[in-house]
């Protein structure tokens, strides 16, 4: 049974989810100040599509989560277009489209307010104006994605759940809203490595169930087990977009950019195998080195 | 000097420790023992909530104990609030965000707010701030606004701040967490070599590999100490490690998993350099 398989078959699948395309297209964002207006985004251009999975990652300050929160539509670009679903901002239909990108912001825990965990997650699916039966469908599907099943903890307060329990319920509560496109920033900062499995089992879940997917992390080993593809930002800049490169010159622009290879591409070089082709995953590896 | 009525006591001593958090039905930490020698590299993990944090506050000073049987830092009684206050002055504290810690104009300024609360006069202070600027790769910096250093130079930043007040213990509340990988490598140099030169570090993390290298492991369950011994002897105990919600190093997960499938290697290597001469050793 492969990877995606076996986290597929332990927990329930999201149901009805297609993957929505993404592109920006020379894509400009400067945040106002005083004296001057700060680039944080320069000419980013990249594509991906419907299904894929891309890792954002660069060194602090280089622009990752305000490139998320342009393709969120929470920032217009200056200039430049992020298209969904080959629709660009000035089509009809566009708007819709961006309600089906999830945005799931670093510590996404802080942000929860409701008394229950079932409210919660409700809040944004209200805001959609979707009818309450529907509200309460997606709600309970969303808690049992991310393995809060709505019978144990739909009523609980948020406050009494654990930290990571609450990073999860967070999560559900972009879910809930059935993204087509799925942002997350930071995910796994400060998750106890239980529950870094966890969520990344969720997120194999979404995945296979055909939803895109947009990372931003600087743990490369996490990143190159979820993401088949890399985007480097420096200093808003695409540095790099497309597939994973492990030659000389991709490892210098890893370095270059603050980043490390991932460990079992590092494994894979040091053992003199070709480190383009390396494992993902712990039992990958392991099934190719017995 | 600081008054430590025993050179060889542990600079932290605690035994039977309690805190609980106002309003909350159980302790946060429950009857906790934790002591920490002169020169000891001591690394806490455990669960998210499992008090790791707390502990961190504790032993900086920053909380009172709910109850404790004996909680001293470096001869301070943590149960008193003099004693605290004087705990504060002994235990430097570093916290996982660095953009929460820094509180000054600009870097030298930062560096040298301890120094300028205690009241050393200014030529101290300078002589004191260019030695921190110096070790931590900070010179060229020294003028520069914190909003406009990278996520790593402001963890180097509230590091030199925090070691500027000379200190016995140093606590570090997953200081590299927020880090780029080469962020999180320069605070690490700088941990270990403030640890070479004798100071007791006192390290909470969630990265395994992160732990390895420590004297001694803490495993927190909650609030209380599920395991306390070496690196290898956490790791070696996978059904625990589990339980405990952690994770082994990449290697660990490796040589695990070939077990698994009837490819076991000598001993569990924990690191890259381990794992590649366990795998050279096998037939």
Redesign the interface.
């Known amino acids: 049974m492969s990877r995606r398989e076996a986290a597929a078959s332990a927990a329930p699948r999201p149901s009805g989810l297609a993957g929505m395309s993404l592109a920006c297209r020379d894509v400009s964002f400067s945040y106002e100040e005083a004296r001057a207006p700060i680039p944080a985004l320069r000419d980013v251009s990249f594509v991906l599509p419907a299904g894929g999975s891309l890792a954002l990652m ?4 280089s622009g990752k989560s305000t490139l998320l929160q342009v393709i969120r539509g929470l920032d217009a670009p200056e200039s430049g277009a992020v298209v969904l679903d080959g629709a660009a901002p000035v089509d009809v239909g566009y708007a819709a489209r961006q309600r089906e990108v999830g945005l799931v912001f670093q510590a996404p825990e802080l942000q929860l307010f409701a008394s229950t965990a079932r409210d919660d997650v409700a809040f944004g699916p209200r805001r959609l104006g979707w009818p309450e039966d529907r509200v309460s469908t997606a709600v309970e599907e969303a808690l049992d994605v991310v393995g809060l099943p709505p019978a144990h903890f739909a009523e609980r307060h948020p406050y009494t759940l ?3 329990e609450q990073r999860r319920l967070a999560l559900a509560g972009v879910l809930a809203m059935r993204p087509r496109l799925l942002l997350l920033d ?1 995910p796994f ?9 966890q969520l990344v089992g969720i997120l194999e879940r979404l995945k296979a169930a055909g939803v895109t997917l947009l990372l931003a992390t ?1 743990d ?2 996490l990143a190159w087990a979820l993401c088949e593809e890399l985007l480097v930002l420096r200093e808003g800049r695409a540095a790099a977009a497309g597939a994973w490169d492990f030659s000389a010159a991709g490892g210098r622009l890893l370095a270059a950019n ?3 290879e991932p ?2 591409v ?2 894979w070089r ?2 003199g195998r070709d480190p383009q082709r390396a494992p993902r995953t ?2 990958a ?3 190719d ?2 | 000097m600081t008054s430590s009525p025993d050179e060889t006591a542990p600079l932290l001593d605690i035994r039977g420790l309690h805190y609980r958090y106002a309003g909350a039905s159980a302790d946060a930490l429950a009857d906790l023992d934790l002591r920490v020698h002169e020169g000891e590299l001591v690394a806490v993990v ?4 499992s008090g790791k944090s707390t502990l961190a506050r504790l032993l900086g000073g920053l909380e009172k104990p709910t109850a404790a049987r004996l909680a001293r830092a470096c001869g301070h009684d943590l149960l008193a609030d003099d004693g605290r206050i004087a705990a504060r002055r002994d235990v430097g504290v570093l916290f ?1 965000n660095p953009e929460n810690q820094l509180v000054a104009q600009c870097v030298e300024d930062d560096v040298a707010f301890g120094l300028e609360n205690l009241a050393w006069p200014p030529a101290d202070i300078r002589r004191r701030v260019d030695e921190m600027l110096a070790r931590f790769g900070l010179e060229e910096l020294h003028l520069r606004e914190p909003h406009m250093l ?3 130079q402001k963890q180097r930043t509230a590091l030199a701040g925090v070691i500027a007040v000379p200190r016995r213990v140093l606590v570090l509340d ?1 200081p590299t ?8 490598d320069e605070v690490l140099a700088a941990v270990r070599e403030l640890h070479g030169e004798g100071l007791a570090v006192v390290y909470v993390t ?1 990265e ?1 590999d992160e732990a390895v290298g420590a004297d001694r492991v803490v495993a927190l369950e909650r609030g209380t100490e599920a395991y306390a011994g070496d690196a290898d002897g956490l790791f070696a105990d996978v059904a625990l490690v ?1 339980r ?4 082994l190093p ?2 660990g ?2 040589a ?3 077990a ?4 076991g290697l000598r001993g569990l290597p924990l690191t ?1 350099d381990a ?2 001469e366990a ?1 050279g050793g096998a037939p």
Do not use: C, I, K, Y
């Open positions: 660069g060194a602090s300050g654990s930290g990571g930071e900062v400060s998750l106890d490595p239980g529950t870094r499995r600087h490369a080993d603050r980043l490390r460990f079992f590092e494994l040091r053992l712990a039992a590896a392991a099934e080195l017995s | 455990g669960a998210n909530g996982q990278s996520g790593g997953e967490a927020m880090l780029d990988p080469a962020g999180r969630q395994m589990r405990l919600g952690l994770g990449a290697a997960e490796l695990l998993a070939l698994e499938r009837g490819r890259m794992l590649l795998l």
